[in-house]
């Protein structure tokens, strides 16, 4: 019954590739957020789209571009995978409206070799 | 610039203790404060705070906010091991949908 699921939970990889994170919410909810988590805990938003459309979008470069294909999924693909993108990943989804507790994954940890 | 700053970074103490972290903000037409809790993975949400001076209360924590002196005050009273977490605080700002965390207080409860 995980209600905001990530996939996957790790990926190792070289410096250079490309990799994709996927995140699925069952709770009915129409915002969903990408965070990135560095090595000190610090959590910063990347993205965040409400019913398919991108409505943040932090300073992030551009070799991540995420996508909603619904409002129940969003994905994170990140091209040219460089040292400094090693980190934990989290999705995030809230309900509408006015701010609203959001509900996180737990996570994609991602290193870079 | 939209900050959250926490305080202190860090924290140990004996179980039984009680704790106050400390979460003060800047940020563009504030409506609410979180606090959450991470222990391994997800943080888990514990409070919104909206309201000057009203505390929010589940079990052993409590927390407040004081929109004058822009700040929120989260306590756990006879800590046990199992609060041993990291202790964030989020802000929305700049509309409804970007929150902005802070950094986190460490919190280890020692036997």
């Known amino acids: 019954d995980t209600a905001v699921s990530q996939t996957p939970k790790y990926l190792v990889t070289q410096m250079g590739n490309d990799k994709s994170i996927k995140c699925e919410q069952n709770l009915g909810h129409d915002t969903m957020y990408w965070y990135k988590q560095d090595s000190k805990k610090f959590l910063k938003i990347m993205f965040s789209?409400?019913?398919?459309?991108?409505?943040i979008n932090e300073t992030v470069p551009n070799r991540f571009s995420p996508k909603s294909p619904d409002k129940a999924h969003l994905n994170l693909h990140i091209n040219s995978l460089e040292l400094g993108d090693s980190a934990v990943y989290f999705c995030?989804?809230?309900?509408?409206?006015?701010?609203?507790?959001?509900?996180f994954g737990d996570g994609t940890r991602l290193s870079i070799l | 610039e939209d900050k959250v700053v926490q305080s202190p970074l860090s924290l140990v103490v004996h179980e039984g203790d009680t704790v106050t972290l400390n979460c003060s903000y800047e940020v563009t037409n504030f409506r609410s404060l979180l606090w959450y809790k991470q222990e391994k993975k997800a943080p888990t949400f514990l409070f919104m705070l909206?309201?000057?001076?009203i505390e929010k209360k589940s079990g052993r924590l409590s927390s407040i906010l004081d929109k004058k002196e822009l700040f929120s005050i989260l306590n756990i009273t006879a800590t046990q091991t199992g609060d041993s977490a990291i202790y964030l605080c989020?802000?929305?700002?700049?509309?409804?949908?970007?929150?902005?965390f802070g950094t986190g207080t460490r919190l280890k409860v020692l036997a």
């Open positions: 789209y409400n019913n398919k459309e991108l409505i």
């Open positions: 995030a989804s809230s309900p509408a409206g006015a701010p609203r507790p959001q509900h």
């Open positions: 989020a802000g929305p700002t700049s509309g409804t949908y970007k929150y902005i």
């Open positions: 909206t309201s000057s001076g």
